[in-house]
């Protein structure tokens, strides 16, 4: 523990993507101070963590990208970042200058063709993708794709993994959409049933797929509502651009909150408290999660929703406003 410290070094994005569910491009715009990523893994180094995962917002649009990457590049350890791509052609020179530490680059995808990802992502946004994977093969750098799953691209599954072998990916990952009010009004929120159906697909695709590691993020439904994610086993840490530690990247500045503050997940503030205090506290918040859970199943007080953990999550921090639960 923790495993990988997943980082949200900023909350400025250059698309507009219909599914988001990330408050970008709302004011104030922040990024990460690269002094504080610097403390912060010098404070994490006797836990040994693996890798550092860059998000955002879009990482590449940290108005300090080029230091950020060097800092982390400084200490004993791996990085990695999902990215639009959009950039690419810029942002490329700096994941070159230190591609040493670098594991991998994930581009997101929302479709098998420019038809289906541009009505989600924008105009040419699935031009630029290719245009960075042949950057990406051209200089040897690995990567992966990555595919929020909603009702406009589950029937191109098998369209994925082949243009994903095509293009010399390493790995595909299906995530299971999040609900926030803009898919949500354009019907793209897969229903349960067809979200358990994804899942089936997903398994079969990882069985017989032997020319690329197919996989899935948490999310999909699982019986057991006891079911523990990474986040909840602290091997994966979340800390935003703000600098505070939160209890889970996925459900961090989230769109769905509504009229609500946004901070029902905020665990510390990483450039007040030391990262051993922190810890702490984020493991005293997860036991207090636990005993929630564990009396609100034998009350028999879940919704059928609450079986997908991530939903629950959502609603257990108060940020599902647009959830018809
Ligand atoms: C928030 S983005 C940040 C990184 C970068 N801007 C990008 O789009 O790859 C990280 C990942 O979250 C995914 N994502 C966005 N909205 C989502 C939603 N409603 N449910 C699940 N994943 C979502 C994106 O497609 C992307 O793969
Ligand atoms: S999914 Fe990524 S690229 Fe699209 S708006 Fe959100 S942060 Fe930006």
């Not at 004011?27 to 963590?49: K, M, N, Y």
């Not at 040493?100 to 098998?112: C, I, K, M, Q, W």
């Not at 354009?186 to 398994?203: F, Q, R, S, T, V």
């Amino acid at each position: 523990m923790p495993e990988i410290i997943c980082i949200e070094v900023t909350n400025r994005c250059n698309l507009d993507c219909v599914h988001c569910n990330k408050l970008v491009n709302q004011h104030p715009i922040r990024d990460i101070p690269v002094d504080l990523v610097d403390s912060i893994l010098e404070q994490a180094r006797p836990f040994s963590p693996r890798v550092v995962a860059l998000t955002g917002g879009e990482p590449t649009t940290h108005k300090q990208f080029d230091e950020l990457i060097a800092t982390i590049a400084r200490h004993d350890i791996g990085y990695t970042l999902v990215t639009n791509g959009q950039n690419f052609r810029d942002s490329h020179k700096v994941l070159l200058r230190h591609s040493n530490r670098l594991l991998g680059v994930t581009f997101s995808l929302e479709g098998a063709t420019s038809e289906t990802n541009d009505s989600i992502r924008g105009p040419n946004t699935f031009n630029r993708v290719m245009d960075a994977l042949e950057l990406c093969r051209r200089h040897g750098l690995s990567f992966g794709l990555q595919t929020v799953l909603s009702t406009r691209n589950v029937g191109e599954m098998d369209a994925l993994v082949e243009l994903a072998v095509e293009q010399g990916a390493d790995q595909l990952n299906f995530i299971l959409m999040r609900p926030a009010p803009r898919p949500i009004e354009d019907g793209l929120i897969l229903d349960m049933e067809a979200a358990e159906a994804a899942e089936k697909k997903i398994a079969e695709l990882r069985k017989k797929e032997s020319r690329i590691k197919v996989d899935m993020t948490t999310g999909y439904f699982s019986p057991q509502p006891l079911y523990a994610c990474r986040p909840l086993g602290l091997s994966i840490i979340s800390i935003d651009y703000n600098g505070y530690l939160r209890f889970c990247p996925d459900i961090s500045n989230y769109r769905g909150a509504g009229g609500a503050e946004d901070d029902t997940d905020v665990i510390a503030d990483l450039a007040m408290r030391p990262l051993q205090w922190s810890l702490k506290a984020l493991s005293n918040r997860i036991a207090l999660f636990w005993q929630n859970k564990i009396d609100y199943t034998v009350m028999d007080d879940l919704a059928p929703t609450d079986y997908f953990p991530c939903f629950y999550c959502l609603r257990y921090f108060n940020k599902a406003d647009c959830l018809d639960v």
